[in-house]
Every structure is written in C-alpha cells, then in structure tokens.
C-alpha cells in the first residue's frame, strides 16, 4: 500500500486525532504525577529544614550562645557525611561554627529561602546544591540551616527522565497501532473496492470474501453479499423477463400485423372484414392487458402504489368470487364450491387487489381443469393471520417449477397452447407482497391448492 493512499485515509487521520487526544491525556496525568512527586519532596525537605530551625532555636533559649555551638558541632560530628548544612555568624557574616565556610552571597526569595551552590571541600561540601533558610538571633548573630538538594535534583531528574521516555513510548505505541490499524482497515476496504470494480466490469458473479470473524467488515461484506445475490436475481429475472416477452408476445403481434394487411384484399366480403376487424381489436386489447399488468407488477415492486385497506370479511369475498365465475364452471363441467369456517374471518386489505388476486387464481383454476373436476375456494386462521385459498382437481404444476411460475412471463411448458399471458401468479405474488403475505403453492392430491 503506498504511502500516499495511507496519508490520505481518514481512518489514519481519525487514528491520528485519537493518538493526540490520548497523548494529550497521557502528558496531563504524567505531569500530574510529576509535579506532586516534586512537590511532596521539596515540602520534605523544606519540613526537615524548618524542624531544625525551631530545635536549634530552642537550644540556643536554653543553653545560650555556646551551647548553640556545641550544638551545632555535635550534630556535624554525629553525621559527618550527612546532607545538613549549618553556619552561624557573627554580625559581619564570620563563621562562628557550621559547615559552610563563607555566608552564600545570594538573596532569599519572598519566603525567606536561598537556592545557592556550594563548593567547600574541606566540609564534605563538593558541588552540593543547597536549599537554606536563615534568620538572625539576638545580639544580630546569623544562623543559616539547610540540606542538600542533589538526591532530590537526582530524583527528580530521573523522573522527568521516565516520565518523557513513557510519553514517548506512548506517542511511538499509538503511531504503531494507528499506522497497522489503517493499513488493515484500507487492506478489507480495498478488497471490498477490487470486488466493486469487478462487478462493474460485468462480472455479476463476484462476491466479497468474508473471513468468518463476524466483526464489523464481515457484516459489511455478507449485507454487500445479499444484495448483489438480489441484483444478480433481479438482472436474471430482467433477461427472463425479456426472453419470454419476446417469445409471447411475437406470435400475437405478428397475427395481429397479417391479419391487418388482408384488410386491403379486394375479394374480401365485408363479413370477412368485420370478422378480421373484432379479432385484431381483441388481440390488441389483450396486448394491452398484458402491458397493464405489467405496469402494475412493477408499480407494486417499486412500491410506488398507495394500498386503499379496509377490514372485509374474507368469506363473503369468496361468495361474490364464485358468484362471478358460477357460470363459467357450469359451461365447463366443473362444481365450483366455497368452504367457510364457523366463526366468520375478517382481514383488513385494498378490496380491489385482492379479489383481482382472487379470480386470477380462480381463473386458472377454471381454465385448466379438465371436466367433471372441482375448484374449492376457502379461507381460515393460520398463525393468527388470515389466509385465501384455492385450490382444484386439474394437472396441478410439477414442485420443481413451483417457484419459477411466479415469474413475469414464465408458463409450464404443458400450458403454453393455452391462451395467456404468464402474467397471472406473478401479480398474485405481487398483491400478496404488497400486503406483507406470500403466495404459496401446494400439491393439492391431485391437482393445485394456492
């Protein structure tokens, strides 16, 4: 992955912004952490400094001049190598006692205290640090009291010293995690991007790779997955479609087309024409049939149709279905009954869509059993939902073309000498769809129960 690509991505940039929030957050506590460690120190050491100030002061109540002397000489001797520091002066700052061989020509600050260097190698006081408060005793004597600050200049240096190694071992651990993280995540993304550009190439059948840990990418992928499965269904379902208009709609066309040119015959009678006339406008009208069911499949697909519900009882949609077609089943041989549950069922739908439904299943019915057959129409409760059926004694369609049958233009091959347009279960499915049910297609022993 170049350089360039990286520097680019928003997923380094968005690692990047976390790394300085982070960082940011780390420097904050870090120096929290410093500056009270400092500063317990430094109160220490000002605390042991200010104690000795006040037991010195006592003694010098006590004992006087000289014993402040001894005092101070005793403790020198008790701790040779101790880190204390002591001087007491006269009026014209000349050693009396201490450590320290000359009074630190530096200037206390506002709180009384003096920061100085102190070279005395004769004392044990070699390049010390000290850190001293002094006050003056009765008679204009000078007392100074301190410690010496290099274990805590030390101490101190080595946490600054720690404290910017973890900020930059922090800083250099989140550069390293956003760095990989991006390049991950740009490694998944441009696998989803060469899948892209594949299919837009044409090829339908690629699909992106799922690495089976169901993280985030994975569910991408399978939802990217599902979707082109439904487009490559769709775009096969188009070629079908396609195909069979082709197919179904050629035949029609072109006798509609001959039978309009034997209009201009001179020897034609105009019975004849008549005749030839009423077959055209039929076959037309059957034409545009199919193209109005067409339009309203693909309005129903798209969504695009406003559903005009109502509460109806399912029972007494069945009585006017049969009632409509009551005749067609007598001229045809066939008993046509209505089977209706005791408590009657109510279903809330767009009246007009459903019963279309309806007939067209009741249609079929009619039309492809033979005589001395039954069509029964029924409805019921399955589940807490309402449900129509139809279902007769014909052919029936074979379980493996069950499915293919609701597709737009698509006829059984044993029904293709049938007049129609293969366009009837597929508005049923629609009209099913639209109202959140499903057609199912059953074997009905013999025949078809839909």
Not at 44 to 67: H, P, S
Not at 250 to 265: G, H, I, V
Not at 397 to 422: C, Q
Request: with cysteine; glycine share 8%.
């Amino acid at each position: 992955m170049r350089p360039t690509e990286l520097l680019r991505s928003s997923t380094l940039r968005l690692a990047l912004l976390y790394m300085v929030l982070f960082a940011g957050s780390v420097l904050m506590l870090l120096g929290f952490i410093y500056w009270s460690t400092v500063r317990f120190m430094s109160q220490q050491v000002d605390t042991t400094i200010e104690t000795e100030i006040v037991g010195l002061a006592e003694q010098y109540r006590a004992r006087g001049l000289n014993g402040l002397v001894r005092t101070i000489n005793e403790r020198m001797e008790r701790n040779p190598g101790g880190s204390s520091i002591y001087l007491f002066a006269a009026a014209d700052l000349r050693r009396l006692a201490g450590n320290l061989n000359v009074w630190p020509g530096v200037e206390a600050d506002a709180e009384g205290w003096l920061d100085f260097e102190v070279d005395n190698p004769e004392s044990g006081l070699e390049d010390v640090s000290a850190r001293a408060r002094t006050f003056t005793l009765q008679g204009n004597f000078r007392l100074l009291v301190g410690r010496d600050v290099r274990e805590l200049q030390a101490t101190t240096a080595l946490i600054e010293r720690a404290l910017l190694g973890g900020l930059a071992f922090t800083i250099a651990l989140a550069l390293f995690v956003g760095f990989t993280l991006t390049r991950t995540t740009l490694r998944r993304l441009e696998d989803i991007n060469d899948t892209s550009r594949e299919i837009m190439a044409g090829d339908l059948s690629r699909r992106v790779v799922t690495r089976g840990t169901s993280d985030e990418f994975d569910q991408l992928a399978g939802n990217l997955n599902a979707m082109l499965d439904e487009i490559e269904r769709l775009m096969s379902g188009i070629r079908h479609m396609s195909d069979n208009i082709a197919h179904d709609l050629r035949t029609p066309l072109t006798r509609l087309r001959q039978r309009l040119e034997s209009l201009d015959e001179p020897t034609l009678c105009p019975t004849e024409r008549k005749e030839r006339i009423d077959r055209s406008i039929t076959d037309a009208d059957q034409l545009l049939d199919t193209f109005s069911a067409l339009l309203r499949i693909a309005r129903f697909d798209a969504g695009g149709y406003r559903l005009q519900t109502q509460q109806l009882n399912a029972g007494a949609m069945l009585a006017d279905a049969a009632e409509l077609y009551e005749a067609i089943a007598e001229d045809r041989g066939l008993t046509l009954a209505v089977h209706q549950p005791i408590a009657p069922v109510f279903f809330t739908v767009d009246r007009d869509l459903v019963f279309q439904a309806l007939t067209n299943l009741l249609d079929n019915a009619l039309k492809y059993t033979p005589a001395g057959g039954h069509v029964d129409l029924g409805t019921g409760l399955a589940n807490g939902e309402a449900f129509l059926s139809v279902a007769d004694s014909g052919p029936g369609i074979p379980e493996d073309e069950r499915e293919k049958v609701t597709r737009r233009f698509y006829r059984v091959e044993a029904s293709r000498t049938t007049a129609g347009s293969g366009l009837g279960l597929s508005l049923v499915a629609a009209v099913a769809a639209i109202h959140q049910g499903s057609l199912r297609l059953e074997d009905n022993q013999p025949g078809l129960k839909a």
